[in-house]
């Protein structure tokens, strides 16, 4: 079966100290995996996708197919980084995505 | 660009009535879009798979009948919430899939806040 796997509901940490959400998967052939963020009232945007290997506003994810894992880190957080953010898996040819629980994260000043 | 925008952005009826949600991808063709619904503080529940010039494909669960989805065009998918009740009260979303790409990136409208009395 497919799924996305956040195991971590909140994560609170104070500014200046790194950051690593967890994001697990499951999939049976070769995944596309996103990170979406949401900030407060505003729509959900992309943050990152493991094919682009690229570093957005100083995080970076990478995908571990043999922990199937695409945890997101970031060395230093800041308090604009509190937001909802989501992994996503998306699903063969039709193009769906399927959406862990999310996590919230929350930085302190 | 990759601009999604929905309309209405809430909208309040009665219990009975139906509510028609529209999404539009202002700049680009989106030959596949996608329902959402969000309960608070919750994840995305993906309701159906609206694709342009074809029915649309629903997920396990979601009443065909009560969620009707119309994609007439390269830019624009509807949802129609039929005779709604109270629980049917949720924040809707959609996003869209750009068909010029070769990623299955999805972009996001605001969202459509549905409150049945």
């Known amino acids: 079966a497919q799924r996305v796997t956040q195991p971590e509901k909140l994560l609170s940490v104070f500014k200046g100290a790194p950051v690593e959400l967890k994001c697990n998967y499951s999939y049976s052939g070769s995944p596309e995996l996103f990170w979406y963020v949401q900030y407060s009232r505003q729509r959900l945007q992309l943050l990152l996708r493991?094919?682009s290997r690229e570093s957005i506003k100083g995080f970076t994810a990478d995908l571990n197919k043999g922990e199937t894992s695409f945890h997101l880190k970031k060395p230093f957080a800041q308090e604009e980084d509190s937001a909802m953010y989501y992994c996503?898996?998306?699903?063969?040819?039709?193009?769906?995505?399927?959406f862990g629980q999310g996590t919230t994260l929350q930085v302190k000043p | 660009g990759a601009v999604v925008s929905q309309h209405p952005s809430w909208v309040i009826c009665k219990s009975g009535t139906s509510v028609k949600i529209e999404c539009r991808s202002l700049d680009f063709q989106a030959t596949t879009m996608f329902w959402y619904r969000q309960f608070p503080k919750q994840s995305l529940m993906l309701m159906a798979t609206s694709n342009e010039g074809s029915k649309a494909t629903y997920e396990q669960g979601v009443e065909k009948d009560k969620f009707l989805i119309n994609h007439a065009s390269l830019t624009l998918s509807t949802l129609t919430v039929t005779s709604a009740h109270p629980e049917d009260s949720s924040f809707y979303i959609c996003?869209?899939?750009?068909?010029?790409?070769?990623?299955?990136?999805?972009?996001f409208g605001p969202g459509t806040r549905l409150t049945v009395l």
């Open positions: 493991h094919i």
């Open positions: 996003s869209a899939r750009n068909y010029g790409t070769a990623t299955n990136e999805q972009f």
């Open positions: 996503a898996l998306s699903s063969g040819n039709t193009g769906k995505l399927i």
